[in-house]
């Protein structure tokens, strides 16, 4: 209850105010986000500032997975982010891998099973150089288990407003692209099944693909993120 009216009342007297005023986002699709429901929202992925602008454009409260780094933060600041990330609802995913990811993944079912709006990126983390990237396999575990509808976000112009490693946005328009509800009835029987939860990531990938005009690159983020580091590494020596 805290966590919902904290949230709203951020959003209609501080945030959506400064966000609307400052960066006059434009929205198509908007009549596809469900008035009640669990439905997961999956979006690309080009800035920090991308988890401002979708909870400031949806009408309804929308609960994010998101990095488990945000709650490791010491000092201050550190006590700042874990209160501000819990009192809004957000979920910590832990991306390393096995048990701690799996049970980020529950929290995030949980949350559906609630009747909740989640947010997710698909591609597990920024993309470094503005294309799209190969989705994991979470977004689809998710659609399965929940048997709930997975609505394709493109977010366009977020990269200019906040590249990566600057803390400082950029006051440019942005945009948001809401596609149409996707349904996986036909693959509900084997949601356990890696196969099946590859062909519905890459189906709602194909769909942001479609939406964001973005080119479409089949690996993942972070191994693009490994090798630009590397690149950089060698230039530098």
């Known amino acids: 209850m805290a966590s919902s009216l904290f949230y709203s009342t951020a959003k209609r007297f501080v945030v959506g105010p400064v966000v609307n005023t400052a960066f006059r986002p434009w929205v198509k699709g908007l009549d596809n986000i469900p008035q009640q429901g669990a439905a997961i929202l999956a979006s690309n992925h080009l800035s920090f500032s991308d988890s401002v602008f979708i909870p400031v454009v949806v009408p309804r409260q929308v609960r994010f997975l998101a990095k488990n780094d945000y709650w490791k933060g010491r000092g201050i600041s550190g006590m700042w982010s874990r209160w501000f990330f819990d009192i809004t609802g957000q979920i910590p995913m832990d991306r390393s891998g096995g048990r701690a990811s799996a049970d980020s993944?529950?929290?995030?079912?949980?949350?559906?099973?609630?009747?909740?709006?989640?947010?997710?990126?698909?591609?597990?983390?920024?993309?470094?150089?503005?294309?799209?990237?190969?989705?994991?396999?979470?977004?689809?575990?998710?659609?399965?288990?929940?048997?709930?509808?997975?609505?394709?976000?493109?977010?366009?112009?977020?990269?200019?407003?906040?590249?990566?490693?600057?803390?400082?946005?950029?006051?440019?328009?942005?945009?948001?692209?809401?596609?149409?509800?996707?349904?996986?009835?036909?693959?509900?029987?084997?949601?356990?099944?890696?196969?099946?939860?590859?062909?519905?990531?890459?189906?709602?990938?194909?769909?942001?693909?479609?939406?964001?005009?973005?080119?479409?690159?089949?690996?993942?983020?972070?191994?693009?993120?490994?090798?630009?580091?590397?690149?950089?590494?060698?230039?530098?020596?």
């Open 105 to 237: 993944l529950d929290a995030g079912l949980q949350a559906l099973r609630d009747g909740h709006l989640l947010g997710i990126y698909p591609e597990g983390t920024r993309s470094p150089d503005g294309r799209l990237h190969r989705g994991k396999l979470g977004v689809a575990k998710l659609a399965l288990r929940a048997q709930v509808p997975v609505i394709p976000i493109a977010l366009i112009g977020t990269d200019k407003v906040q590249p990566i490693d600057k803390m400082v946005p950029r006051v440019r328009r942005v945009g948001m692209i809401i596609g149409e509800p996707m349904s996986f009835d036909s693959y509900y029987a084997n949601a356990e099944d890696r196969f099946a939860q590859r062909a519905v990531t890459d189906e709602i990938m194909s769909q942001i693909m479609r939406l964001s005009g973005q080119e479409y690159v089949d690996t993942y983020a972070s191994e693009a993120k490994r090798r630009m580091a590397q690149q950089a590494e060698r230039e530098r020596g």
